[in-house]
């Protein structure tokens, strides 16, 4: 015997550092699609989209000066206030009519296209002729009304304007009610005079009386003078802008334009600059006068001259002023609505803060907080001493060249110190209108493009902010740029534009916006994140949008699309899947250019990606490819081949795929309902002669085939365990089925369908039972009629060649059947099958036994009672995912920014420090306990309980001091240490099935629960000790096993979980060895065990990841290399046990040992290099359970005869547990489970009479 079998756990000690850190240990099945709900965002309202577009068309420009002439209630100073639109009223005779032309030019300057009328010294018959033309050209379009009455006396408490007569002998009020009458709605009126609030709120009060005047009119009363009354909303849509308050007279400092209000208005540069240099605040410019600053050089619309810098930084800092100070509504229907109707309120900001230094308050309606300390003015302030300071300068020296004011640089800069700290909790960025101005300049736009993505990356509750700031037709006008380094910044923002507010497909469609995003997909030379996001993008301009999907096709989607399916990364295979599948989905347009271009085929490869996404966007694109409209004979071909490619992934190993499978063949039912229902009525016929022929028979319907495959066909001994014949064999046949039957695509398609209808996973299950149930009603009440012939070919009512009948997609009438017809009802229980399909026609095997079909006779009366009934059309059995809205979600979220797990900042991260520090103290002070173990009892009980059913499987938790007990339908958690009970949840496996295999699936850090029962299926759940049924929630679900064999002694469902490599081998009562890979979810290979009998335990080297062990009922010991090819992958068996093998464990290590036991009761010791055991010990005679501690040298082993014992490797007893502790401790039931504690040396114990028990060591006395 060699040394190192002396102590052959012991040397484990000094390898526990060699196990791969928690921090290294792969999370498994912790990908989004595990965390959260497949659906997609709330829709939110998107309020930054004007309903209506407005435009000024008209302007009245109706001035009241009476040159030479002061009204009578003005006295004014001397010298006085003079000048009007820049000119002195007395310079000339025909000053009035300069003074005309220039306003008209100073309001041009902001609407060129209006038109305009001058009014100079009207009469009240010339206002209302003006007036009420205009509006009758405006339409419904806005008429902005101006009144200059500096010439006139104050408008009186009557709310009355003064006009003149005739002879400019009289003043002749004019009341403000008749004028709006004459002007209508919308309109927008500036008062320039004295005492101009007066009239702001007798409007109101006009408008008031003019609302109820209408109501009087609908209510059948005449209103006043006859007028005909206007509509409500006519009084509401007014805007105005007055000079003063209500008792406020004008500024008359002769320093001062008389009309400073309209000035600021018209012209706020000049006034702006005027006004700096009167308030003496420029001490950094000391050589400005007030003739100085008439002559700064450059246009007002050139943004590299200073006037027009100046300009530009004007209009940036009044929008940023009134973003961050109105209501978000407001802000939109005076800032966004109208282009005149901004720029007057813009410059209205700058009269508030230049006339309130005059003892002037202008007022509004809308009412405007007040803005004239908001702190941008001082950026203001300061962006004019930085300009004017070279302002000498340059006028003295023409080849003086001007610097460029900060101020854009500065702001960015500070946008970007909000971004390193902004979060939907702060305040909104001030800076956030100036990015917007700053998109305009080349010099600024690339940093600019950046920091916006940045800031839309945040959420979308930033997109929203951006899009209502006004930032829409910025970057949709940047899409005609033909600059390569904005198209990852621009194709990122139009990304994060489209995941919250997809109604901007209409307006890229509208401007070829399209085109930008197919050229950036077809550029082999952008990086795959960005084709990615141009794929995203041109998949929700075509989704639900004919016109986008009209567009996309000329561009050559498909093609560029599926040129790039093979790229390397799994997103931008995801969203080309996607797009396809949204290009042609209801346009058979673009699914024959998809058949011309062999979409199909080439979607097939991608059926077989690592990425669950991938493939569900695969079955996604082939399931809307199936056509809905054309039912020619190359059509039916196509859809009915592709139906078999989608019928082969029915057994996906992720839900995911799996939904989206149960959605696209619901839609080739759909086109082939009636060939289905005739499929089905024959499928329910064989059913009933196979229930007859057993019955007759007298079998057990759990052992007899005939019963127990409730689909259809029987097992045989020779049928292959390969695996292979758990799914349908592709066929890769295109556009036709070479060698098969109409008929057996029906049937295949027809028996996934019942496969996904009685799966493990409730959300596909009752998605395929709407489609199953259906079929089967309308299958039930077709065959009452006639009786179905035997014929089975006479039963396939589709031909071979389609076009030789009449169209077969006709269904029954649409009456309405009643919803619970189409679900389960309390007689039709899941305690069925899951199907085996073959490549063969009619060769379908149900491998576990099962007492109920899915339409039992029960049910088949059920229905018979609706005798009147006709079953509904498919059609309107809406079975749908949200997957595509779900992907969409991704965009939506930050894409920048860390992931909490990745963030060292997070409270996730800390959590995870905080467990992983918990888990390294478990491990040590673990140790002195397992090298005292190969000596020490094992016998003191620290924890007694009666668990709910008989202990099937029970496990530690490896860091956490609670121990899972699972009996046939759910699983107890008891914390041993506290000794009370946590929680109890229940697996949700079918009736007639057991639990049979448990684990914890990442026990270092948030822990799944991992069970398997014995139909075959897996089932993983999260928030396991949550209390209450609705605290648990199903991770992830799948068929592990298709194929299990019903015999007299079952083995059920075998698992060996592997942490390190993620793996998950599956056996039990089949002839193989199934490994699922859970990051891909798919089945990576299946090794046939070449035993005769069934596999009872599984063990694996995980750090190695290449031997595999396998346990059978038939004593052997199977060694498999996983490495190499499925018919040479065994390379050893062991032989020497008798009995069924209840243990194989693999000691961790490079020299590691293989140890095994059998229920005879005799271990054996195995070095992998050697056929013959290098060591045997004889326990006991029967064994019920056997356990062996990873790390300490003890192993444990249950007797029917009521006792468990004790030993070390040697073969010593360490102890022998016959009764429970106490002063009348009865006798411990016969051990149905064992486990140890994978670091701590302490036993669990679950017997028959449901008692589970906690040993441990003797406690050290300190």
């Known amino acids: 015997m060699s040394s190192e079998l002396e102590q052959p756990f012991i040397n484990e000690l000094h390898e526990e550092d060699d196990e791969a850190r928690d921090w290294d240990l792969l999370i498994a099945f912790n990908e989004l699609r595990h965390r959260e709900k497949i659906q997609g965002s709330k829709k939110v309202a998107q309020t930054w989209r004007m309903k209506e577009r407005m435009k000024t068309v008209s302007v009245a420009l109706v001035l009241c000066l009476n040159v030479g002439v002061d009204p009578p209630d003005v006295v004014k100073t001397s010298p006085c206030a003079r000048l009007e639109c820049w000119i002195d009223p007395l310079s000339s005779q025909k000053a009035l009519e300069a003074i005309g032309a220039n306003l008209q030019k100073q309001y041009e300057r902001w609407q060129p296209r209006a038109r305009y009328k001058q009014s100079l010294d009207p009469t009240v018959d010339e206002v209302k002729k003006l007036c009420s033309s205009l509006r009758r050209n405006a339409k419904e379009e806005r008429v902005l009304f101006h009144y200059n009455g500096h010439g006139v006396p104050k408008p009186t408490v009557n709310g009355?304007?003064?006009?003149?007569?005739?002879?400019?002998?009289?003043?002749?009020?004019?009341?403000?009610?008749?004028?709006?009458?004459?002007?209508?709605?919308?309109?927008?009126?500036?008062?320039?005079?004295?005492?101009?609030?007066?009239?702001?709120?007798?409007?109101?009060?006009?408008?008031?009386?003019?609302?109820?005047?209408?109501?009087?009119?609908?209510?059948?009363?005449?209103?006043?003078?006859?007028?005909?009354?206007?509509?409500?909303?006519?009084?509401?849509?007014?805007?105005?802008?007055?000079?003063?308050?209500?008792?406020?007279?004008?500024?008359?400092?002769?320093?001062?334009?008389?009309?400073?209000?309209?000035?600021?208005?018209?012209?706020?540069?000049?006034?702006?600059?005027?006004?700096?240099?009167?308030?003496?605040?420029?001490?950094?410019?000391?050589?400005?006068?007030?003739?100085?600053?008439?002559?700064?050089?450059?246009?007002?619309?050139?943004r590299r001259t200073m006037l027009g810098e100046l300009n530009w930084i004007f209009t940036a800092i009044t929008d940023t002023i009134a973003w961050n100070t109105l209501p978000r509504e407001l802000f939109q229907k005076l800032f966004r609505q109208d282009l005149l109707v901004a720029s007057l309120f813009r410059n209205f900001l700058l009269a508030e803060r230049i006339m309130r230094s005059y003892n002037c308050t202008p007022m509004s309606s809308p009412r405007l907080p007040p803005t004239y300390q908001h702190p941008m003015w001082q950026a203001w302030d300061l962006a004019l001493d930085i300009c004017l300071r070279q302002l000498p300068t340059l006028l003295e020296d023409e080849n003086a060249q001007f610097?460029?004011?900060?101020?854009?640089?500065?702001?960015?800069?500070?946008?970007?110190?909000?971004?390193?700290?902004?979060?939907?909790?702060?305040?909104?960025?001030?800076?956030?209108?100036?990015?917007?101005?700053?998109?305009?300049?080349?010099?600024?736009?690339?940093?600019?493009?950046?920091?916006?993505?940045?800031?839309?990356?945040?959420?979308?509750?930033?997109?929203?902010?951006?899009?209502?700031?006004?930032?829409?037709?910025?970057?949709?006008?940047?899409?005609?740029?033909?600059?390569?380094?904005?198209?990852?910044?621009?194709?990122?923002?139009?990304?994060?534009?489209?995941?919250?507010?997809?109604?901007?497909?209409t307006d890229l469609v509208k401007d070829n916006g399209h085109k930008y995003f197919l050229s950036v997909l077809a550029d082999p030379y952008m990086p795959a994140e960005h084709r990615t996001m141009a794929a995203?993008?041109?998949?929700?301009?075509?989704?639900?949008?004919?016109?986008?999907?009209?567009?996309?096709?000329?561009?050559?989607?498909?093609?560029?699309?599926?040129?790039?399916?093979?790229?390397?990364?799994?997103?931008?295979?995801?969203w080309l899947a996607l797009c396809l599948g949204k290009v042609w989905s209801n346009f058979d347009n673009a699914r024959w250019c998809g058949v011309r271009d062999r979409a199909h085929e080439k979607l097939y490869v991608l059926l077989n990606d690592p990425s669950p996404e991938v493939r569900a966007s695969a079955v996604f694109a082939l399931g809307t490819f199936i056509s809905v409209t054309d039912r020619s004979d190359q059509a039916n071909n196509i859809d009915l081949g592709v139906g078999m490619m989608l019928a082969s992934v029915g057994n996906d190993g992720s839900s995911l795929v799996r939904k989206e499978v149960v959605v696209a063949l619901s839609s080739l039912?759909?086109?082939?309902?009636?060939?289905?229902?005739?499929?089905?009525?024959?499928?329910?016929?064989?059913?009933?002669?196979?229930?007859?022929?057993?019955?007759?028979?007298?079998?057990?319907?759990?052992i007899q085939p005939s019963i127990t495959n409730s689909i259809g066909g029987s097992f045989t001994s020779n049928d292959s365990f390969s695996g292979e014949s758990s799914t349908v064999r592709r066929t890769h046949s295109s556009s036709t089925l070479a060698g098969t039957t109409f008929s057996s695509v029906y049937m295949t398609v027809w028996k996934v369908l019942v496969q996904l209808a009685l799966g493990p996973h409730k959300e596909v299950a009752d998605m395929a039972k709407q489609i199953v149930n259906t079929l089967k009603l309308k299958a039930t009440l077709s065959a009452r009629p006639t009786h179905v012939m035997q014929n089975s070919k006479a039963c396939y009512s589709a031909p071979s060649s389609p076009s030789n009948t009449a169209p077969i997609h006709g269904t029954p009438p649409h009456n309405q059947f009643h919803e619970e017809h189409l679900t389960p009802g309390p007689t039709m229980k899941r305690d069925f099958s899951s199907?085996?399909?073959?490549?063969?026609?009619?060769?379908?095997?149900?491998?576990?036994?099962?007492?109920?079909?899915?339409?039992?006779?029960?049910?088949?009366?059920?229905?018979?009672?609706?005798?009147?009934?006709?079953?509904?059309?498919?059609r309107q059995t809406s079975v749908t995912t949200e997957f595509f809205e779900w992907s969409c979600r991704h965009f939506a979220q930050p894409l920048m920014r860390l992931s909490e797990e990745q963030d060292p900042e997070s409270s996730s991260h800390h959590k995870r420090e905080f467990r992983f520090l918990r888990n390294n103290n478990v491990r040590q002070d673990a140790r002195e306990e397992q090298l005292r173990a190969g000596f020490n009892r094992l016998d003191v009980e620290v924890f007694v309980n009666k668990n709910q059913g008989i202990p099937a499987v029970i496990k530690f938790h490896p860091y956490e001091g609670h121990v899972a007990v699972a009996d046939k339908d759910g699983i107890c958690?008891?914390?041993?240490?506290?000794?009370?009970?946590?929680?109890?949840?229940?697996?949700?496996?079918?009736?007639?099935?057991?639990?049979?295999?448990?684990?914890?699936?990442?026990?270092?850090?948030?822990?799944?629960?991992?069970?398997?029962?014995?139909?075959?299926?897996?089932?993983?759940?999260?928030?396991?000790?949550?209390?209450?049924?609705?605290?648990?929630?199903?991770?992830s679900a799948f068929q592990a096993i298709n194929d299990l064999i019903p015999t007299v002694r079952r083995a059920g469902l075998v698992l060996d979980w592997e942490q390190e490599s993620g793996m998950l081998l599956a056996s039990g009562d089949v002839r193989i060895i199934r490994i699922w890979d859970s990051q891909r979810e798919t089945k990576v290979q299946d090794i046939p065990t070449g035993a005769e009998s069934c596999v009872t335990s599984l063990a694996s080297d995980s750090f190695g990841r290449s031997l595999l062990i396998a346990g059978c009922g038939d004593g052997t010991v199977r060694l498999f290399d996983r490495r190499l090819a499925p018919s040479e992958c065994r390379v050893m068996t062991l032989r020497e046990h008798n009995r069924w093998v209840v243990k194989v464990h693999?000691?961790?290590?490079?020299?590691?040992?293989?140890?095994?036991?059998?229920?005879?009761?005799?271990?054996?010791?195995?070095?992998?290099?050697?056929?013959?055991?290098?060591?045997?010990?004889?326990?006991?005679?029967?064994?019920?359970?056997?356990?062996?501690?990873?790390?300490?040298?003890?192993?444990?082993?249950?007797?029917?005869?009521?006792?468990?014992?004790?030993?070390?490797?040697?073969?010593?007893?360490?102890?022998?547990?016959?009764?429970?502790?106490?002063?009348?401790?009865?006798?411990?039931?016969?051990?149905?489970?064992?486990?140890?504690?994978?670091?701590?040396?302490?036993?669990?114990?679950?017997s028959t009479d449901s008692f589970i028990s906690v040993y441990s060591t003797p406690v050290k006395r300190s």
């Not at 702060?426 to 940045?454: F, K, M, T, Y």
């Not at 009865?1226 to 489970?1233: E, H, N, P, T």
């Open 536 to 574: 995203f993008v041109l998949a929700m301009i075509v989704n639900d949008y004919k016109q986008g999907q009209d567009a996309a096709l000329q561009g050559n989607v498909i093609s560029n699309c599926l040129e790039q399916l093979s790229d390397p990364s799994a997103s931008l295979r995801q």
């Open 403 to 505: 610097h460029h004011s900060p101020f854009f640089t500065e702001q960015l800069t500070a946008f970007q110190v909000w971004l390193s700290y902004g979060s939907e909790k702060r305040n909104p960025p001030e800076q956030l209108p100036i990015v917007l101005q700053v998109l305009l300049s080349q010099v600024h736009r690339l940093r600019a493009l950046d920091l916006l993505g940045r800031f839309l990356d945040l959420g979308p509750w930033a997109v929203s902010l951006a899009l209502s700031v006004g930032i829409f037709p910025y970057v949709l006008k940047l899409l005609q740029s033909s600059a390569r380094e904005l198209r990852p910044l621009l194709v990122f923002i139009w990304a994060k534009i489209l995941s919250v507010d997809s109604s901007c497909q």
């Open 160 to 302: 009355e304007i003064w006009v003149f007569n005739k002879s400019y002998t009289q003043y002749i009020p004019l009341s403000v009610y008749d004028l709006q009458t004459w002007m209508g709605s919308p309109s927008i009126y500036v008062y320039d005079c004295s005492n101009a609030g007066i009239i702001i709120e007798l409007f109101r009060q006009f408008s008031l009386q003019r609302e109820s005047e209408l109501e009087s009119a609908l209510n059948g009363s005449t209103p006043r003078f006859g007028s005909p009354a206007p509509a409500v909303s006519s009084v509401r849509n007014c805007i105005q802008l007055a000079a003063c308050g209500a008792s406020e007279l004008l500024p008359m400092n002769p320093e001062l334009p008389a009309d400073l209000f309209t000035s600021c208005l018209t012209t706020p540069i000049r006034i702006a600059l005027k006004w700096y240099v009167l308030q003496n605040t420029g001490r950094l410019v000391p050589n400005i006068t007030l003739d100085l600053v008439d002559k700064v050089p450059g246009q007002l619309n050139d």
């Open 973 to 1035: 958690f008891w914390d041993w240490e506290q000794g009370t009970k946590v929680n109890y949840i229940y697996n949700e496996n079918l009736k007639n099935t057991k639990i049979t295999a448990m684990d914890f699936i990442n026990p270092h850090d948030e822990s799944l629960l991992l069970c398997g029962t014995d139909d075959g299926s897996v089932r993983i759940w999260r928030n396991y000790l949550s209390e209450g049924y609705d605290g648990k929630e199903l991770v």
């Open 835 to 874: 199907p085996h399909l073959s490549g063969k026609a009619n060769s379908y095997t149900s491998p576990h036994p099962r007492a109920k079909k899915l339409l039992s006779d029960k049910n088949s009366a059920m229905i018979h009672e609706e005798k009147e009934e006709e079953p509904r059309n498919l």
């Open 669 to 702: 039912v759909q086109q082939f309902e009636s060939q289905f229902t005739n499929v089905v009525v024959q499928w329910m016929e064989e059913e009933k002669q196979k229930e007859k022929s057993a019955a007759v028979t007298g079998e057990v319907p759990a």
């Open 1146 to 1246: 693999l000691q961790k290590g490079s020299e590691g040992k293989i140890v095994s036991a059998s229920n005879a009761g005799d271990v054996r010791f195995w070095d992998p290099r050697f056929t013959e055991s290098v060591r045997t010990l004889n326990l006991t005679q029967g064994v019920t359970a056997l356990e062996i501690h990873k790390h300490a040298d003890v192993l444990a082993c249950g007797s029917p005869n009521q006792f468990i014992g004790v030993y070390n490797t040697s073969g010593d007893n360490l102890s022998t547990i016959k009764y429970h502790e106490g002063f009348l401790g009865q006798r411990i039931g016969a051990a149905s489970c064992l486990a140890f504690h994978p670091y701590k040396v302490k036993l669990a114990a679950g």
